[in-house]
């Protein structure tokens, strides 16, 4: 007993030991979180800056020039969103293995390839003399606070031993390169499409990834059948990057001046991808969206106009099969063999040893390498992929052109702004208090009439017809200027005009938020506020508008619990509620058509593209040109026609969720599944480390709904949603400070902070506050005061 006893002594010793070191590292990684008030000596400024902040943390600045405000704002970045910055740097310049080690190695070979950080760095040359002046502002200030921050850095530097580097202007291009690359999502439609050719015959790509309602059919090249012996399973179709954006004219609004709504959807992380600020300088003020890392704002408004962007997907990437010659080192150029261009990089991998890549290059663009997630093994045996994408040069101007919309004045302003803006291609909604219009702008290629690829699949790099011949002039890009129905909207749907000359883009996404918006605008004669946010929050699903009948009908319902769900959603008003059964049942069911219907064929490859498929499904249910036949189950004798499959697939749906949730239907609940899952980078995913730093919260909406949450149904978690409108405003421009803005977590990236989450459930609810510009206004709201004084010392 007495052993024993000692035993329990010292294990609770042990206990308690353990439990004043946590306690005591905890109250010392509280001193990391930043410092709001007080007066700072810095290098760099001219003149003293004030920022306030509000009861959100949001940062007001007040300088007496703009490279000043411009140094606050890098300054109040790095105070709260440093790790955030420091690892998105990390991704850009390929060296994440030092951070996170072997898991880190895909990711650095793809970046190291693609070379975007050292195009970021030859970019600063291009840029106008004003624009390197506001980047070495912006770079001073993050490097102003990482100098005189005392005490710990947010805890992600210590638990991986991380020590900031200084920033530098090539680092917010780097970050703007980055949005490049995600918001571009051609190439993996080509290389899906490759992937299913192992799978399905031409024809059925076609219809599994089939053109946008109304345009015609996309017929695929002969030579797709090249990638049918590579057997590489796992290459999911594009995601389509979604958003919303409107703007009504002024004779449709009750103030008689415009307004402008707009919520970008983007993953959902914590801290979100949004940074909320305001910048006052003589003469201007602008507030609204930051990037964090990037030295203006993106989306937002100036005190006289207005802008908000959707991502427009054009085809600006193609991937191009490049033959090999017999012995390896050289390719075919329609001239002939021609070398590769080379060069050597070293990664180097905590815990592990440094691995050395050969880079290689075409005359197309860099040889892209097979271990990353997105693009596995897929190339024939003798030939290589290379990538033309017309980010991949040095002359990239677009965070010039992101500087001069912080100082528009007017509509007229637009234009000239954005020659300068290559990439990625937005839908601009815009508004002044007397116009509003749409822009499109970017580099899109323009390709010869003969080339057969489409765009759609990977081009033969050996033969000319596959070039570019040039890019869309600039002005002949698509715009919209004072449409005489007073209102203008897009959501990632077709925004060319019938008979447009140039090929934008094959891959649209779905008309149905689009349609709703336009739905909506069109039901009030003249739009408030108030209208705007029913419209922004709405939860309608559109989808179901089409899809439910088909399904309903589908009957005779021989069990009772099929009939009981066919009644709830014959009864349904198809908002995706938190606080109803009938959504889950309705996701659920569509689930298990999807998987009834394309598993058999597509084996494998299921998996990856296991999602809604809203216009292969509706024509397959609608038999368009025969595509009833996706409902035949080829694994089994028996032939199976769709309304046997929509009966399955319902029996199928609520197996799985009485299984989980109990037999009582009335009391499953949408929310109970539909969580929006802020993932934490890296930390995501880590046992203990996740699920501490993760945010989560149930919430209502959907994938074809206005308050968008996507999700996918091959996850593991087939409900969460990961995607959606991470930052939400609406611009009033009869009375500016009026406009609404609310972003997904918080200001702060310090898990510490009482900023790092304090957004979330406002957000879910569909709540929104106030970022006045007006000097009284915003000394009325400010909770902290700092000041930032020039320090003379050399």
């Not at 980010?391 to 052109?401: E, H, S």
């Amino acid at each position: 007993m007495a052993l024993w006893r000692r035993i329990l002594a010292a294990v609770g010793i042990a206990i308690l030991l353990l439990v004043l070191i946590v306690t005591a590292e905890i109250a010392r990684f509280r001193l990391s979180v930043a410092d709001y008030g007080g007066a700072v000596r810095v290098s760099g400024i001219s003149a003293p800056v004030q920022v306030l902040r509000d009861s959100h943390g949001i940062p007001h600045i007040i300088a007496k020039s703009r490279r000043d405000a411009v140094f606050a704002l890098g300054y109040v970045q790095a105070q709260d969103r440093l790790w955030q910055m420091v690892f998105l740097r990390a991704v850009m310049q390929a060296r994440v293995s030092e951070i996170v080690g072997s898991d880190g190695v895909a990711t650095d070979e793809l970046f190291r390839t693609l070379g975007l950080y050292r195009l970021a760095e030859r970019s600063v040359a291009h840029l106008n003399a004003e624009s390197r002046l506001l980047l070495e502002a912006y770079a001073a200030g993050v490097n102003a606070y990482i100098a005189h921050h005392k005490g710990p850095l947010p805890v992600e530097f210590t638990l991986l031993q991380v020590t900031p580097e200084p920033w530098r202007p090539a680092d917010s291009i780097a970050t703007m390169k980055y949005m490049q690359f995600s918001l571009s999502e051609n190439m993996y439609g080509e290389l899906a499409r490759a992937h299913l050719a192992s799978r399905l015959t031409n024809r059925q790509i076609e219809q599994f990834l089939p053109p946008y309602p109304g345009d015609p059919p996309n017929p695929l090249p002969d030579y797709l059948s090249m990638f049918r012996s590579v057997k590489s399973a796992g290459m999911e179709a594009p995601d389509t990057t979604a958003s919303n954006n409107w703007v009504v004219a002024g004779f449709r609004s009750v103030t008689g001046a415009p307004l402008l709504a707009n919520d970008p959807h983007l993953p959902l992380t914590i801290p979100s991808i949004w940074y909320l600020a305001h910048l006052s300088w003589p003469g201007h003020d602008v507030v609204g969206g930051v990037l964090p890392g990037m030295p203006a704002v993106s989306v937002g408004r100036t005190r006289t106009m207005a802008w908000g962007m959707t991502n427009t997907g054009p085809d600006t990437q193609d991937i191009y099969l490049e033959k090999l010659t017999p012995d390896g080192k050289s390719y075919i150029a329609p001239s002939g063999p021609q070398p590769f261009q080379t060069r050597r990089e070293v990664i180097r991998v905590r815990f592990g040893k440094p691995l050395t890549i050969t880079v290689r290059a075409t005359r197309h663009g860099p040889v892209l390498p097979e271990g990353w997630r997105r693009i596995v093994k897929i190339a024939p045996k003798g030939y290589v992929l290379a990538l033309s994408w017309t980010a991949l040069t040095p002359d990239d101007r677009t965070v010039q052109a992101n500087l001069a919309m912080n100082e528009m004045r007017g509509a007229s302003d637009f234009a000239p702004v954005l020659k300068d803006y290559l990439s990625p291609m937005q839908n601009i909604v815009f508004a002044d208090k007397k116009h509003i219009g749409l822009i499109l702008a970017s580099r899109v290629p323009i390709r010869d009439p003969a080339n057969d690829s489409l765009g759609l699949v990977p081009a033969k790099g050996w033969d000319a017809r596959y070039d570019w011949k040039g890019y869309i002039p600039l002005d002949e890009l698509p715009r919209i200027e004072d449409p005489a129905s007073g209102q203008i909207a897009t959501a990632n749907n077709k925004t060319v005009p019938p008979g447009y000359p140039y090929m934008l883009s094959r891959e649209w996404d779905a008309p149905y938020r689009f349609l709703r918006i336009d739905e909506l605008l069109k039901q009030t004669q003249r739009h408030s506020v108030d209208t705007f946010k029913a419209i922004q929050l709405d939860l309608h699903e559109r989808y179901a508008d089409d899809l439910l009948p088909l399904l309903l009908k589908a009957g005779p319902w021989p069990q009772p619990n099929s009939r009981e769900a066919v009644a709830l959603l014959a009864r349904w008003n198809r908002r995706m509620d938190a606080e109803r059964p009938e959504p889950l049942i309705f996701e659920a069911w569509q689930r298990a058509l999807v998987r009834r219907l394309f598993a058999d064929e597509l084996g494998d490859e299921f998996k990856a593209n296991w999602s809604h498929h809203p216009v292969l499904v509706l024509n397959v249910l609608r038999n368009v040109d025969g595509q009833a036949r996706w409902c035949d189950d080829i694994t089994t004798k028996v032939r199976e026609d769709c309304s046997t499959e929509i009966r399955l697939a319902l029996a199928d749906a609520l197996a799985e969720l009485r299984a989980a949730y109990g037999s009582d239907m009335e009391k499953w609940r949408w929310g109970g599944v539909h969580h929006a899952v802020f993932a934490h980078l890296p930390f995501d995913g880590i046992p203990v480390l996740g699920g501490i730093f993760d945010r989560e919260v149930e919430a209502s909406g959907g994938d074809f709904v206005l308050r968008r949450g996507g999700f996918r149904y091959g996850s593991d978690r087939p409900y969460a949603a990961i995607h959606g409108s991470g930052y939400r405003a609406i611009y009033d421009l009869a009375e500016p400070d009026n406009s609404l803005f609310v972003i997904s977590t918080g200001q702060s990236g310090n898990i510490f902070s009482p900023y790092y989450d304090d957004q979330v459930r406002l957000w879910a609810d569909g709540g929104y506050y106030r970022i006045p510009t007006a000097p009284a206004a915003v000394q009325a709201t400010a909770k902290y005061r700092m000041v930032l004084q020039p320090d003379s010392t050399p």
